[in-house]
């Protein structure tokens, strides 16, 4: 493409973003239309993605194609492996996406649209697209180092220690939490219950055709598990039928023991049987679905039914999480615009398997971008529902009783209208029991997806997309959850083994059982908890979610921020400096607040002390019911608490001690770093999704020359 | 077009399932005048391999 008509393209996409961005900011009152979001964001990640990750790919890390990656110098057909950008791409997006940009959004979503669309979008283009490719990068320049392994060897040992606590037991709070948005959508669901059920005898049966029927056929057996998955959603609409609506509707607490026993089962299976083939049909439904979701959305056009800005946002006062606009809608959202937990799949997997360095930009920068679109997507599917409908099911069991009269009538103190009737036709229209106070984000957007899709697809099938839509979500997270049960025994074992040498020996079965056995015990312990809370899990318990995330993130544009130091690349080390500062102030005022907040629906301790202070008074606070659950919000309000403290104190003594390496490295003007020398690469490979002319031609050249050395 | 489309997706879905890795490992026994193992026995030291794997998903 010449230069002329590359800047007019460049001009049209400014003006098309400037356009939407211009319309979602001024209008107020009036109908506007979801598809000014979706284009905006599209239009702003096009501009960043060319701009902004080619300046920090050449100026700031300085990508050097004619040295050799890792996959090229370390090649053994296992981790280490040269694999094509686009192959990349789709395995790095496919491990970095989940559950979390689908809820997050969808939560946030009480503060309106506004904040949400701005966050994601601009958090994406200079903090997550920024820590997910420079963690990949300084990871690729050390032979794909772990995040734990680079904060020990480049930042400290206290760092490193600290570190290595802060990542497990942020992984157990994530993993609890995603399992408690399952558990919330299941709950009192038959449908849901026996769709997500049936996903394992399909798995298994996938396991074993690749096993002994026909060894290596993956996209045939994923066909056909994908039909199986289509054929369970419809079953569900048949519980009745099948004698099996009592035996189904499965109470929170049953559905616990279940997930945990489950876990458990899934972690030690040999991962052919069961981890293997699930993950092929999660990654299907995942991209299935993400497309499917954008088309929908194009042709639906929905109108956004929230206000662009909600009075939450500035009282702090809403049902769904406590707290205002700052800090909370930053921590709400989390993965689609900046997630700490990328940082560790981004170190560690993803850079061992990269052909050439310049392919950090599409492969991290690029998949995040990714991400975020998938974030966005959610927020729109959340804001376009009717917004009684919104707060009606996201409003805690204890507010709204859990009956159609007591929501309607809540919903109208909080300034919206949805009659009980209505409430009860949404229901029926889903084929759910209810769906008054299905908190957890999921419901709500398979809500608004089976509207969406209801609209651009026609048809009667709002149940089924319903139920499509819990179904995916569901799949997504127990794969996260088996994934997550499996790496935290690898660290756990890898941990305990500093001490007693035999327990890190993984392929020994005492120590792989009892790793797994106390990971899934611990966030089985937190999920407990959260179901049981009066007060409502997921308003208690997201908010910890999401701190963890950020903080997370702190961590790893801490280690970006340091290394860049190190290089002696202090004039762009604001980089990853500006987001980080950004970061930092909104995980430690969120943070600050929920340990130190006198108003008890936003300070955990406030609000352990208020409880107390009740019950030995001999009183019982409203939503607790009787003065065992009374007790119960004073012990895990204290159990928040301290876990919030805890991870906040431990990113405080990373970025303390990385600090100190910084300051010194700015002054000798760089440090010796643990980046491995370079070696003149032998490989050819274009740089960006599409090949220009000459790349072609140097692959072609390269291609022959090589058949010409083996003849 | 189509036909390169199509071809391209089928590329590409080959790559990403690792269906074409057993291909690309008989390519180099070929090369290497190796007798190469079945494919029941080849994917069986991949699910091995796949075993120790410490890949996570993200949430």
Redesign the interface.
Known sequence: MNQVTSRVLWVGVALVGAACWTVLALARGEEVSALWILFAALASYAIAYRFYARFIARRVLQVDDTRATPAERLENGRDYEVTDRRVLFGHHFAAIAGAGPLVGPVLAAQMGYLPGTIWIIVGVIFAGAVQDMVVMFFSMRRDGKSLGQMVREEIGVVGGVAALIAVFAIMIIILAVLALVVVNALAESPWGVLSIGLTIPIALFMGFYLRYLRPGKVMEVTAIGVALLLVAIILGGYVDQLGLRDALTLSPETLVICLVVYGFVASILPVWMLLTPRDYLSTFMKVGVIVLLAVGLVIAAPVLQAEPVTSFATEGNGPVFAGKLFPFVFITIACGALSGFHALISSGTTPKMIAKESHVRMVGYGGMLMESFVAISALIAACVIDQGMYFAMNSPAGATGGTFEGAAEFVANLGFTISPDQLQAAAQAVEEETLVSRTGGAPTLAFGLSQVFHEAFGGNLQAFWYHFAIMFEALFILTAVDAGTRVGRFMLQDTIGNVWKRYADTSWRPAAWSASFLVVLAWGYILWVGVRDPLGGINQLFPLFGIANQLLAAIGLTVCAVLMFKHGKAKYAWVALVPLTWDLIVTMTASFQKVFSSDPALGYFAQASRYREARDAGEVLAPAADAGQMDQVVFNSTLNGILQATFALLVIVIVVNAVVVAVKAWRAGGLPTTETPKVESRIVAPADFIATAQEKEAVRAWEAERAGERR | MIARAVEGLRW????????AR?DAYREECA?EGRQPMS??E???HR?A???????????
């Open positions: 590409y879905l080959r790559e990403i399932s690792g269906e057993w090369r494919r029941r080849y994917e069986r699910a391999h796949r075993e120790l794997d410490q890949r996570g998903r993200c949430c």
